[in-house]
């Protein structure tokens, strides 16, 4: 009982025991948090990595692809045909999209992908990170008429809405013609106001010569105070008059899924739209073939893509495969064969992803063709994470041992200045043993305090980090978590119970092993020399 006595007594008077206290109350609520800021950073980007990626990713080494699409999947079943579920084909080629802004171009780098819209659906979750139902249901490439989110379906329900995508699909498209056309008309009466004006030297009021010849010489050749006509008007007005039967009211271009990264930026805590689904853009790419040509087109935005991570997210776009194959010479026209770059493969699911790996790279030439998993395709990304966490758990574990420093110096301390009182408890029947328990005691008290503490710390923090995190922004004026560095809009946190028993046991166990050479040290005094001592 005095064991207990003691210890609770040396808690609350010495107050220098405070300072390891708050030490181990510091890193424990500190490994909490990185761990679980790092256990869901890792989580939530292997999540997205493999909705972006199918489980095996069968790809060209080559820039033009293989040809025969279906002979090779044919192939892949005949090998691994048990363990599929699904695959579909796709055409990659780096490219660049022009966006209109009011008067001005925007030019992006973006990968061009050209997909499936029946079957790539099938093989990751790319239909989940659709702004319109219909599409996450099954892609079109036809632009639909209304009822695109405007919240974020992913995101937080009191996160601010996206007003503008209200307007998006038809009803954006036709507005947009009609003031184009509106536009046009007003240019186009300035630009014949100013060439064909009262007294101007072609106006009939000012031209008088009878005979023809005179008159197509004045015509022709105005006088140099006369109002010169617009040298750019044979050029014609803007794209859509090139090709005078389309009327953008009623149709369309070719359909493009942008990365909603290309289309929005941050302002005052929300999102802003550079164009919505109904806009044109235009898409310039390298054909196929040696030497490459360039090759530029039209394409009307039917949707955006949203993963949540901003690196795919301001760099993906989709088109149909088989108009990115015609566009860039990739169909054989003596055959009628058309070339990919990659096929994407499902698995079913609990089947090993490596062993399947294994057998398609033993069938098929390795020259010719790379086959790797979704894990080995983001391999380096994934093991940097990895071995970020175990740096980060090495050097916050550290902070716990300095604590326990802490608590084998004033452990010596204590024994040094109640070297009489231990005296006085072993006269008084004390055992050595019962000595050294209450220096065990001691520590393993600090310890419990101050990991309970920290792990309550810990745990509020990781609950309340978002808001935390907001709050640190305002006041730096500067965002503490920024979404194009980190790839996450907010920050991915989970409490993995096992990682916080280890945590707290591990500091309890260092609190513990910081008392054992001082008790040691106490338990072996004799009663007459700690009497004796001064």
């Not at 892949?76 to 999209?97: K, L, N, Q, S």
């Not at 050097?395 to 024994?415: E, K, P, R």
Request: overall charge negative; glycine content about 8%; charged content about 20%.
């Amino acid at each position: 009982m005095y064991v207990l006595t003691l210890c609770w007594r040396y808690l609350r008077t010495r107050y220098i025991a405070l300072a390891s206290i708050i030490s181990v109350m510091l890193g424990v609520a500190t490994m909490i948090v990185v761990n679980s800021v790092m256990l869901g950073f890792t989580h939530e980007m292997e999540n997205r990595l493999h909705g972006i990626l199918s489980d095996i990713i069968f790809q060209s080494r080559s820039l033009e692809g293989f040809p025969d699409a279906e002979w090779h999947m044919d192939q892949i079943r005949r090998v691994v045909g048990d363990d599929i579920e699904a695959m579909t084909p796709t055409v990659v080629v780096p490219a660049m999209v022009n966006l209109q802004v009011g008067e001005q171009w925007i030019t992006l780098p973006v990968q061009l992908i050209g997909i499936d819209a029946a079957t790539q659906g099938r093989v990751s979750d790319f239909g989940q990170y659709l702004q319109h139902p219909e599409n996450r249901r099954q892609l079109s490439f036809e632009l639909r008429d209304e009822g695109y989110d405007v919240r974020d379906h992913q995101g937080d329900p009191n996160d601010p809405p996206r007003s503008e995508m209200a307007e998006a699909g038809w009803k954006h498209r036709r507005r947009m013609a009609q003031l184009r056309k509106i536009m046009r008309d007003i240019e186009t009466s300035s630009v014949e106001g100013r060439a064909v004006g009262p007294g101007t030297p072609t106006s009939p009021a000012v031209i008088t010569a009878t005979d023809p010849a005179e008159t197509a010489a004045a015509t022709t050749n105005p006088p140099a105070d006369a109002v010169p006509t617009n040298p750019f008007a044979r050029f014609g007005p803007r794209k859509e008059e090139y090709v005078p039967e389309f009327d953008p009211a009623q149709s369309q271009y070719t359909g493009i899924v942008l990365g909603i990264g290309l289309a929005t930026y941050r302002k005052e805590g929300r999102d802003r739209f550079l164009v919505l689904p109904g806009d044109d853009v235009t898409v310039t790419f390298p054909t196929a073939g040696s030497p490459p040509r360039i090759h530029r087109d039209f394409f009307t935005i039917v949707d955006f893509y949203e993963s949540k991570m901003s690196e795919y997210d301001s760099k993906f776009a989709f088109v149909p495969i088989e108009t990115l194959q015609k566009l860039r010479g990739m169909i054989d026209p003596s055959t009628g064969r058309s070339y990919v770059n990659a096929i994407s493969i499902k698995l079913k699911p609990g089947r090993d992803m490596n062993a399947v790996r294994d057998r398609l790279r033993a069938a098929f030439a390795p020259q010719y063709y790379s086959i790797d998993t979704w894990r080995d395709n983001q391999g380096a990304l994934l093991a940097a994470v990895h071995m970020e966490t175990a740096i980060l758990n090495v050097l916050l574990f550290l902070i716990i041992c300095v604590a326990g420093f802490g608590i084998l110096a004033i452990f010596f301390m204590i024994v040094v200045e109640k070297t009489r009182d231990i005296g006085i408890l072993k006269s008084l029947g004390a055992s050595s043993t019962g000595v050294m328990s209450i220096f065990l005691g001691y520590g393993l008290l600090l310890g419990l305090v101050g990991s309970g503490v920290g792990l309550v710390m810990g745990l509020l923090f990781v609950h309340y980090i978002n808001e935390i995190a907001d709050i640190l922004g305002r006041l730096t004026g500067r965002p503490v978590f920024d979404p194009d560095i980190y790839y996450f809009y907010k920050i991915p946190a989970i409490v993995d119970p096992f990682t916080v028993a280890w945590i707290v046991g591990g500091a309890m166990t260092i609190a513990v092993l910081a008392g054992i050479l001082p008790a040691l040290r106490a338990a072996r005094l004799h009663p007459v020399e700690a009497l004796r001592y001064e």
